[in-house]
C-alpha cells in the first residue's frame, strides 16, 4: 500500500513536472504567495496588498495572491529567506525594494545579491525628497548647503536607517555638494524620521515622497528638493537636485516590485512576465494607489534587470568610500 | 461638542453591525495568543476595501479596542499573555485563576478596560492639540531616560529578591541585543539564523509565560493520575463592579499612567500595563498580595492597556505620524481611502473622522458587555484537566508563535526560551524583568545613539541629555525609584532563604 502511494505521489510529480518543462502547464493551479520583507502596514506592504488584489481576476493570473510578511534587520531577514529557502516553484514570489537590497548585498553579511533573484515587474517608483520644519530658516537647498559648509559634519538630518534609499540620497547630497554633514539614521523607520524633523529634534532630513506629501500637506514641513531626474506629479512646483545645481540622479529612487528566486523555471517566468505588469494597469489598483498618495511606475522585466544592472554599478561607486 | 452630533452615525444598521462584527471578532482574535492587535488590524484592512470610509474605519477601530482587553483572556486563563499590553495581566489575574476565580479575574479586567478605555477616549476628543505637543516633546535624550526609567522598575517587579530581578532583566537586555543593530546594521550574536532578524517580543512572550506552565502541567500529570479539579467559583458581575470602583488607586493610577505614557511614540503601548502595575504596587498598603491574585493588580494593568488606546492615535490623528504600529496599520487603512491625516482631517472630513472616535467610545462599552458575558464561560478553562491543557497551550504556544512571521525560527526561540524560564523559576528568577528588559534594551539603545550622533553633531554629549526641565524630570523619577527599590531591600531584607524558595516552589507546582 505503502509503495502504491509513493508510487502514485512520484507519477504525479513527474507529470506536473513535465508540464512545468513544456511551458504548458495550467501555472497557476493553485494560490500563490508574496513574501513581503517588511511589517504588515508599512508602505511596502500597503501597497503590495493593493497591486495584488485583482490577481485572482480571469484576465490577470487567475489564482489569487497572498502576502506573507517576513520583517526584520531592514529587510534582510525576508530576502535571506527568500535567497535561501524559498522554492523555486513559481508559487513563492517575493517583494523586492532597490536601491536596499542592493546596497546591502554590497556592505555585506547577507546571503543574496542581485543575482539571487529574478525580476517579474516594477508596480512603484517612491523618490526621496529632502524636508525641513515648517519653520525652518532653510528655504532652498542652497540655504541647506550653505549652512552644511559653514557647521561640517554640524547639520542634522534624518533618515530611515542605513543602506536604505534615504541613505544613499544622503551620501549623494554630500558628494555632489562637496560638504560634510551628520546624517542621523533612525530606528523607527521613515514615520521616525519625519517626526524628528517636525519636533525640531534634527535641522532636516530625507524621507518618501508619499509621506512628506502628506506632511506637508498638514503644514508640518516644507519640501526643498526631489532626489529624481524630473519632478513629480504630486509635487510639481517642488524643482529636482538637478535643477538645484546638484549632481543627483534617480539611484536613491525607491523602486518598488515583483521578483523570484533564481531557479525558477523559465516557463513560469515568462507567464509572470506576461501578465503581472497588466494586472498593475487595473484601473481599480490605479485609482486605489492614487488614493493612498502612492506613486505608480510600471516597468517591465526587461526594464527592470537593466535597472538593476545600473543601480548595481552606481551602488557599488558610491558606497566603495564607506 | 461637536462629537455628539455624530454619534448617530454609530447606530444606523449597516454601521452598528461592523462595530459588533469588529468588537465581537476583536475579542476572539486578541484572546488568541501571538495575534497581537497590530496583526489583528493588518488582517483586516483588505475588507475594509469594499466599505465606505467611514464603515471601514469603525471595523478598525472597534478591532483595536477589542484586541488589546481580549489579550486579557489568554493572559488570565492560559498565563500566555497576547501582546506585551498584556504581560502585567499575567502575573496576578493568572494566579487569581488558579484560585478558581478566574470568573471575578475576567470580570474586572473587563471592567477596569472599558473605564481606562473610556477615559482615553475621551481625552483624544477634548485635548487632542494639547497632547499633540506632549507626544512631539519626546526627543531621543528623554527616551533614553525613559527606557532607564523603566530598567529601574525591573529590580521589584514580580521578584523574590531585588538581586535576582536585576539579574534576569540583564538576561533580557543581552537577549535584546541579538540580531542586526536597529541603526548601524551590525550583526551581534548571530549564531543561529532563526535569530537573524533579532528576538521577537511576542514569540519570547509566549516561550518564557507558557513553557514552564505547561512543563509544570505535564510533570504534576505524572505524579498524580486523578488530576485536581478545580471548582470554579461563580462570581456576580454586580460585585465586579463594585470592586472597581472601590480599588480607586489602583483605578486612577492605572488610567493616568495609561494614558500620558500611550502618547509616547514607539514606547507607550508595550510597557504602559508594566509601569501602572509596578507603580500601583509601590502606591498600594498591600504590597505584598501582589502576585498572589490580588485585585488591584488586574485592575491597574488593565485599565493602564485600554487607557492607551485613544492617546496613541493622537500623533496619528493630528501631525499624520503614526506612533505605534497598530497606528501605522490605521494610516493604511485611512490613505486606502484617499483620507490624509492631519489637523484639518476633522474640518475635511468630520464626518469619518467624528464617527471613528464616537464608534471607538461605543465599542469599549460593547466589550465590556460582551467580555463580561465570555467571562462566566471561559472561567471554565479552569476544570480542564492538566494533561489536556498543557498539550492545548503547547499547541496555542507553537501556533502563536510561528504566525507572527509564518517562521519555525520563532517556533525555536519560544521553544528554547520556555525550557530556559523553566529552570530558571526553579531558581527564583522571574519572567517579567526579563520581557521588560528585552523590550527596553533596543529603546534605551537606539535613543542613546541617535541621541549621541545629535549631540555630537550640535551642543555636546554633556548639554544634550542634561538640559531641559523634561531630562531632569525624568532623571529624577530615575533617581527617586532606585532610591525607593534600595530603601525597600534595607528595610525587608527580601533575601530568598531556602524555605521561600521550596515555599515558591510549591505554590509553582
Known sequence: ?322 | MEFLFYMGDVFTPVNFGLLLLGTIGGLILGATPGLSPTMAVALLIPFTFKLEPQQGLILLGAAYTSTVAGGAVSAILLKIPGAPANIATTLDGHAMAQKGEGARALQLSFIASAVGGVFGVLLLIFLTPILAQWALAFGPSHLFWLAILGVTVIGTLDSSSVVKGLLSGCIGLWLATIGFDDIMGAQRFIFHPSVAGGINVIPALIGLFAIPQVITMFTKGRSSDDAEIISVKRHPIRKAMAEVFSRKRALSIGTAVGSIIGLIPGVGGQIAGLVAYDQSQKFSPEKDKFGTGHSEGVIAAESANNAMVGPSLVPLLTLSIPGSPTAAVLLGGLLIHGIFPGPDLFMNYPQVAWTFIDSMLIGQILMCVFGLYIAGLAANVARIPHGVMAALVLGLAVFGSYSVQNSMGDVYVMATLGLAMYFLERFGFSAAPLVLGLILGPIAEANFIQGSMIANATVGMGSYFFTGWLNWLLIVIVIASVSYSVWMEIAQRRYTTKDDAVAKEEALS
Open chain 1, 1 to 322: 500500500m505503502k509503495k502504491w502511494i509513493a508510487g502514485a505521489a512520484l507519477a504525479l510529480a513527474a507529470m506536473t513536472g513535465t508540464a512545468f518543462a513544456d511551458g504548458h502547464g495550467d501555472y497557476p493551479e493553485r494560490p500563490i504567495m508574496l513574501m513581503v520583507s517588511y511589517g504588515a502596514g508599512g508602505a511596502t506592504d500597503f501597497q503590495a496588498r493593493i497591486v495584488t488584489m485583482t490577481a485572482g481576476n480571469e484576465d490577470a493570473l487567475g489564482m489569487p495572491m497572498a502576502i506573507v510578511n517576513k520583517p526584520g534587520a531592514g529587510g534582510r531577514v525576508g530576502w535571506n529567506w527568500f535567497a535561501t529557502q524559498a522554492e523555486a516553484d513559481g508559487y513563492t514570489l517575493g517583494a523586492y525594494n532597490i536601491p536596499h537590497f542592493i546596497a546591502q548585498s554590497i556592505e555585506g553579511g547577507v546571503d543574496y545579491s542581485a543575482d539571487s533573484f529574478e525580476p517579474i515587474a516594477n508596480w512603484g517608483a517612491d523618490p526621496a525628497v529632502f524636508v525641513v520644519g515648517a519653520d525652518s530658516e532653510f528655504n532652498s537647498m542652497d540655504d541647506v548647503v550653505d549652512f552644511a559648509k559653514a557647521n561640517p559634519a554640524g547639520l542634522t538630518f534624518s533618515g530611515a536607517g542605513l543602506f536604505v534609499g534615504h541613505h544613499i540620497a544622503a551620501l549623494q547630497l554630500e558628494k555632489a555638494a562637496g560638504v560634510k554633514m551628520a546624517y542621523i539614521p533612525n530606528n523607527a523607520g521613515g514615520a521616525g524620521a519625519m517626526r524628528a524633523v517636525i519636533s525640531g529634534e534634527v535641522m532636516g532630513g530625507v524621507n518618501n515622497l508619499s509621506d512628506a506629501y502628506r506632511a506637508q500637506a498638514a503644514g508640518n514641513v516644507k519640501i526643498l528638493g526631489v532626489f529624481d531626474l524630473e519632478r513629480n506629479s504630486f509635487l510639481p512646483d517642488v524643482p529636482t537636485l538637478m535643477e538645484q545645481g546638484y549632481e543627483i540622479d534617480n539611484a536613491s529612487v525607491n523602486f518598488r516590485g515583483v521578483m523570484v528566486p533564481k531557479g525558477t523555471p523559465q516557463a513560469v517566468i515568462d507567464h509572470l512576465a506576461a501578465t503581472v505588469p497588466t494586472m498593475f494597469e487595473n484601473s481599480r489598483v490605479q485609482s486605489r494607489m492614487e488614493a493612498g498618495g502612492s506613486p505608480m511606475h510600471i516597468m517591465t522585466r526587461d526594464e527592470v534587470l537593466a535597472m538593476w544592472a545600473v543601480r548595481q554599478e552606481t551602488l557599488e561607486d558610491l558606497l566603495a568610500g564607506l
